[in-house]
Nanobody, 122 residues
Framework: QVQLVESGGGLVQAGGSLRLSCAAS????????MGWFRQAPGKEREFVAA????????SYADSVKARFTASRDNAKNTGFLQMNALKPEDTAVYYC???????????????WGQGTQVTVSS
């Protein structure tokens, strides 16, 4: 059983940056693919980014490419999402997820964090 805890959300002006963290416990973190998803009010949860077990492979939604960067530190059982050039449309609750295989859909997650709010003002 893996527990995930996100942190780093907050309120930022458009064009600003935030770095989200996802701390994992209760499992062998390096065996899990890691994904980031977000859910805005009234919308479905959507894929944002994913990173492979050793960090060698990343994938991103088109809407965040070149602005967001996923990374991980397996020695610290932590994953990160660096978000730059934030836009108001990035406002959502952001969730990290762990999966035993490549993840790009919410249904592929084995474990979820509780989410952290990101609000981007215009």
């Amino acid at each position: 059983q893996v527990q995930l805890v996100e942190s780093g959300g907050g309120l930022v002006q458009a064009g600003g940056s935030l770095r989200l963290s996802c701390a994992a416990s209760g499992g062998t973190w390096s065996r899990y693919y890691m994904g980031w998803f977000r859910q805005a009010p009234g919308k479905e949860r959507e894929f944002v980014a994913a990173i492979s077990w050793n960090g060698g492979i990343t994938s991103y939604a088109d809407s965040v490419k070149a602005r967001f960067t996923a990374s991980r530190d397996n020695a610290k059982n932590t994953g990160f999402l660096q978000m730059n050039a934030l836009k108001p449309e990035d406002t959502a609750v952001y969730y990290c997820a762990a999966a035993s295989a490549r993840i790009e859909k919410s249904g592929e997650a084995d474990y979820w964090g509780q989410g952290t709010q990101v609000t981007v003002s215009s």
